[in-house]
Structures are given as structure tokens and as C-alpha cells.
């Protein structure tokens, strides 16, 4: 298989489109920003209301508990309180299920919990049943 390609269930393969994501310069895990929106900075659209949600950190956590998550999703109970986290690593953006409830899908396809899968610019992103649409 090719670097730039990951694997899910059943041997579903996708190409990388996210590579040269911007780590940014941090402080800490916050990203500080020379003024206004970073263009580098990936982020996800909320199919259900338009929100953009910017992916400003290293370690970016996605749930319906402020105290583990970066961005909350409190009015969907299916959600899980500590569902998924993105990270970016090398230049590249990851996605982890954290153990959720009622899983995470790239693109319909189911994550495995605790494994990283490299996701793409275009990725639909469901937190169980909440869609999202990723740029990079």
C-alpha cells in the first residue's frame, strides 16, 4: 500500500488529502495565532447547522463533557461524553475514537476504537449520528 494511504474495516483504503496541516506555534496545546483565522488550520462544518469548528490544537477532543472536550455537542445524546479526538502529527491529521458508545464513521465506515486513521479534506465525520464535513 501506498504512505499516504490508511486502512478501516475491511480493508477500505483512501487517498490522503491533509498532509502539510500546519502544527502552528503552540503554547502549550493552544495555538497562537498571528491574527484572524489560520489558513493552515483545519476545520469541520456541523451538517446539521453550518458551525465551523477549527481544529486549533494538537490534541483536539470531541465529546458532550467540557471537562474532556475541546468542542461540545451537548444536544445530541447520542454522543458520547469523551467520543473522538483529532490529532495532528507530522504534518498530517488523525482520528481516534475514544471508546465511544455509538462510534465514529469516516465516510460510513466504522472506526476501530483507540487506532488512529489519517483523515482527508471532503471526509464526512459522524460522532454517532451528528454528521460533519472536514477541510484542510
Known sequence: EEENSFIMEEG???ESACNG??????????VVLAG????HTPY????????????????FRIGKDGRYADY???????V???HAEFMIKDGKLYLTDEDSLNNTYINGSALVSRREYEVNDGDV?????EEFVLHC
Open 21 to 30: 496541516v500546519q502544527d502552528g506555534v503552540f503554547d502549550g496545546d493552544t
Open 44 to 59: 469541520l462544518i456541523r451538517s446539521s447547522n453550518n458551525e465551523r469548528v477549527s481544529i486549533g490544537k494538537r490534541v
Open 80 to 82: 458520547s461524553r469523551a
Open 72 to 78: 461540545i455537542i451537548a444536544d445530541n445524546a447520542a
Open 36 to 39: 484572524g483565522i489560520d489558513p
Open 12 to 14: 477500505v483504503v483512501a
Open 125 to 129: 465525520i459522524l460522532f454517532a449520528d
